[in-house]
């Protein structure tokens, strides 16, 4: 990676490594978008998970709230709107 | 030398801090890591995010060794080894502390809740990484095109992504070179 990185900042301001770069980031974005969508596949099935998930990514990727109160309180609410419920069968597939 | 010392401890705290709480894994990390890097201490612009990241794609290893490229960026190798050690060795040593205590509350019933219930916040942060790139990265016709084929192309089969992310530099090049 250091290899590339001085590579990088030696022809940074070549408008080709430019180019090169700007595809190469695109192609990341699609990259980044197909593992998230396969990852996440059961969730964005499920109403509650999908709720749960526009919220978290909202709140870090439209505000850019810190992950420090993002994850904790989102989590925590998760976590108890999953909480065991005795007697209950699991309600999801 | 003082300067020098409270950036690397400022580099290490941060990075630390990022990855251990982006539990989706590494591109999770990518929002916060770009509001410590890029908007609150102005180490790197919103293009050298965006470069040094797909640099990171195009490198051998876990993709987030690119923060050994931010580190060294801001503070030479003495950066790069701390920003390394800070992103990889407490969030590895709590992967492996959860790990073995979840073995050891197996039967504990909240353990499931918290399964089921930090999933969707990790495919959250996941997403919102996603978002993050996409703003800095789509700027016109071909590179969203380029996103949405590399999209497409995953979703249906698997191949190496490093062929992906070749072509899309070379039909970048070709396209605006």
């Given at each position: 990676v250091l290899g590339l990185g001085a590579l990088y900042v030696s022809y940074a301001n070549e408008l080709w490594m430019r180019a090169v770069l700007g595809g190469a980031a695109a192609a990341a974005v699609g990259l980044l978008l197909a593992t998230a969508l396969r990852l996440g596949r059961p969730q964005l099935r499920r109403p509650l998970d999908l709720a749960i998930l526009l919220v978290t990514a909202i709140a870090?990727?439209?505000?850019?709230l810190p992950l420090v109160w993002v994850v904790p309180a989102v989590g925590?609410?998760?976590i108890w709107l999953y909480r065991p419920r005795p007697g209950a069968k699991e309600t999801h597939p | 030398l003082s300067d020098d010392l409270a950036t690397l401890a400022q580099l290490f705290v941060d990075f630390a801090r990022v990855s251990l709480l982006a539990i989706g894994g590494g591109s999770a990390a990518l929002p916060e890591m770009h509001s410590v890097v890029v908007t609150?201490?102005?180490?790197?612009?919103?293009?050298?995010?965006k470069e040094i990241y797909s640099l990171g794609q195009v490198a051998?290893?876990?993709?987030?060794t690119m923060v050994a490229v931010i580190g060294q960026h801001v503070a030479g190798w003495a950066g790069a080894l701390v920003a390394l050690?800070?992103?990889?060795v407490p969030s590895s040593l709590l992967a492996f502390g959860a790990?073995?205590?979840w073995r050891r509350l197996e039967p504990w019933p909240w353990l499931e809740s918290i399964r089921q219930g930090l999933a969707p916040v990790a495919i959250g942060l996941l997403i919102a990484g996603v978002w993050l790139l996409a703003r800095l990265a789509l700027e016109g016709v071909p590179t969203l095109a380029i996103a949405l084929v590399a999209t497409a192309i995953l979703l249906a089969r698997h191949v190496n992504p490093l062929w992906l992310i070749v072509a899309g530099a070379s039909v970048n090049w070709l396209v605006a070179g």
């Open positions: 870090v990727g439209e505000f850019r925590a609410v998760s | 609150d201490t102005h180490w790197l612009s919103d293009q050298q995010f051998p290893g876990p993709n987030m050690i800070a992103f990889f790990n073995r205590l």
